[in-house]
């Protein structure tokens, strides 16, 4: 149910997302699911993530919402900074994208919103902060504090969910092959 108490929660994957519903479930905070995730490669990916996020919104009784697909309004919020390194310009404009889509959804319903990137030990909570600034609906909340995490990977892996090896865009698959 939406009311303005109501936390509209970006969420990039279930691997991530368990713990921090879990967090916020302990705080009694309603919650709703947000899947914002235009950066993914291809539409297999999308749907392979969206699949284990169903599984999660069911597993919590939460309201799972899913932001239309949209690579080519991605890429071109990417365009000049596909040779960025990771955690780099590219990350900066990334965030922003699926966070202002977040955030325009939860300025329609009266909400204010979080997300679930804060969760990743292989993401900076700063540069996802920063990325939102200016967004005042926007609750800046680490979820890397108090264990989330490995509850995260605990929720992850006794409910098999789909865990990914990069980020989701294919320049992040590329220079993860290119590490290897």
């Known amino acids: 149910m939406k009311t303005p108490e109501t936390l509209l929660l970006h969420i990039c994957c279930a691997p991530c997302g368990g713990g921090c519903v879990s967090a916020?479930?302990?705080?009694r905070r309603a919650a709703r699911l947000y899947f914002s995730n235009s950066n993914l490669a291809d539409r297999a990916e999308f749907d392979r993530r969206l699949e284990s996020v169903k599984k999660l919104a069911a597993l919590c009784k939460m309201e799972l919402e899913v932001d239309p697909y949209d690579h080519g309004s991605w890429l071109e919020a990417v365009r000049g900074l596909e040779s960025e390194p990771e955690h780099g310009r590219r990350c900066d404009r990334c965030f922003r994208f699926s966070l202002l889509r977040t955030a325009a959804r939860a300025a329609e319903t009266g909400?204010?919103?979080?997300?679930?990137?804060?969760?990743s030990p292989h993401k900076n909570s700063a540069q996802i902060f920063a990325?939102?600034?200016?967004?005042s609906a926007f609750e800046a909340i680490d979820f890397k504090k108090n264990g989330t995490y490995a509850e995260s990977c605990r929720i992850?892996?006794?409910n098999g969910f789909y865990r990914q090896n990069f980020c989701g865009c294919e320049f992040s698959r590329r220079n993860g092959a290119l590490k290897k």
């Open 131 to 135: 990325a939102a600034e200016n967004m």
């Open 156 to 158: 992850a892996r006794e």
């Open 24 to 27: 916020l479930q302990k705080e």
């Open 111 to 119: 909400e204010k919103f979080a997300t679930t990137l804060t969760v």
